[in-house]
DNA sequence: TCGGTTGTTATTGT
DNA sequence: GACAATAACAACCG
């Protein structure tokens, strides 16, 4: 799925297709994108003029209507929703034509995204919107580490914990280890205050700065399509470090790979 | 055919 | 209880 970034580009760009406005015409291509909620109530929300899109970690939401329904989208691995003229673009699973502006398309190859109906007043207090953590750009150094706690885990799994701070992905952790010269596994106990206040600062202008690079009326996911890789060492093992030159490698923990620099990245001493 | 993919969750084992 | 690994969800791509 898209990161914080991506799913902030998503929320800005409904900004400008959907407030204000209400859908005319609804296709359910795909029941099992409506999650745990029906069909029919999504219809309903439809029908109501949008006024606000949120945004809290991955999670987007629209409310609509003087009943403020809220439509709660989850993109997963692979969702988007764009702008069409027809609502039959591929991997469509819900469309909604808004007047004059055109067809809404939540699109999902994999399949993997959600979309829940939550009835007035529901959202804030909805699992798991008021699981997540803060946002990273809430977050300085003391705070991040307060959320660490005296956690055993690994930095990066804690990091990919959206209770513990919302909306960073697999991409971020790889990008921002690399700049800040983190080893793939290094835990909690091995960073000083100062590494914290980095790490804390990075995630914050790692994803400010995707916000800028990425902004278009569609995501462009880097393993699809001929989109190339904007990223200094995702995806890019064996390629030489973009510092020092030393081939990039891969390791990987419950099946998820951080990309890193061995020379760049060295382990760190047990604290 | 195999191994890889930007997410989340349930389950099992240590 | 904490942590870690794995599969599952489902599908595409090279």
């Known amino acids: 799925m898209p990161e914080l970034a991506e799913v902030e580009i998503v929320r800005r760009n409904l900004e400008r297709w959907w407030i204000g406005r209400a859908a005319q015409e609804v296709i359910?291509?795909?029941?099992?994108?409506?999650?745990?909620?029906?069909?029919?109530?999504v219809i309903t929300?439809?029908?109501?003029?949008?006024?606000?899109?949120?945004?809290?970690?991955?999670?987007?939401?629209?409310?609509?209507?003087?009943?403020?329904?809220?439509?709660?989208f989850h993109l997963r691995m692979t969702g988007k929703i764009t702008l069409e003229d027809t609502p039959q673009a591929r991997f469509t699973r819900l469309a909604w034509l808004i007047p004059e502006v055109g067809w809404l398309?939540?699109?999902?190859?994999?399949?993997?995204?959600?979309?829940?109906?939550?009835?007035?007043?529901?959202?804030?207090?909805?699992?798991?919107i008021n699981k997540l953590g803060p946002e990273p750009d809430a977050l300085d150094g003391p705070s991040l580490k307060l959320r660490f706690g005296r956690s055993a885990r690994r930095v990066k799994e804690l990091l990919l914990d959206q209770r513990v701070?919302?909306?960073?992905?697999?991409?971020?952790v790889?990008?921002?280890?690399?700049?800040?010269?983190?080893?793939?596994?290094?835990?909690?106990?091995?960073?000083?205050?100062?590494?914290?206040?980095?790490?804390?600062?990075a995630l914050t202008s790692h994803f400010a700065q995707l916000l800028v690079s990425e902004q278009a009326d569609e995501l462009h996911y880097v393993n699809q399509g001929k989109a190339q890789n904007p990223f200094m060492v995702y995806l890019r093992e064996g390629q030489p470090c973009p510092r020092c030159q030393a081939p990039l490698e891969r390791m990987t923990f419950g099946g998820r790979s951080t990309y890193y620099c061995p020379r760049c990245?060295?382990?760190?001493?047990?604290?």
Not at 165 to 172: H, L, P, T
């Open 265 to 271: 990245q060295p382990a760190r001493a047990p604290a």
């Open 105 to 128: 398309c939540f699109k999902d190859s994999r399949r993997l995204g959600t979309l829940e109906h939550l009835a007035p007043g529901l959202i804030t207090s909805s699992a798991p």
């Open 174 to 201: 790889s990008e921002v280890f690399w700049q800040l010269g983190l080893h793939p596994s290094v835990r909690p106990k091995q960073l000083d205050d100062d590494d914290y206040q980095r790490l804390s600062d």
């Open 28 to 41: 359910v291509a795909d029941d099992d994108l409506i999650v745990p909620s029906s069909r029919e109530a």
């Open 165 to 172: 701070i919302a909306g960073v992905g697999n991409i971020a």
């Open 45 to 72: 929300a439809l029908s109501e003029p949008a006024y606000a899109a949120m945004r809290r970690g991955k999670h987007l939401w629209v409310e609509l209507g003087p009943s403020r329904h809220a439509l709660l």
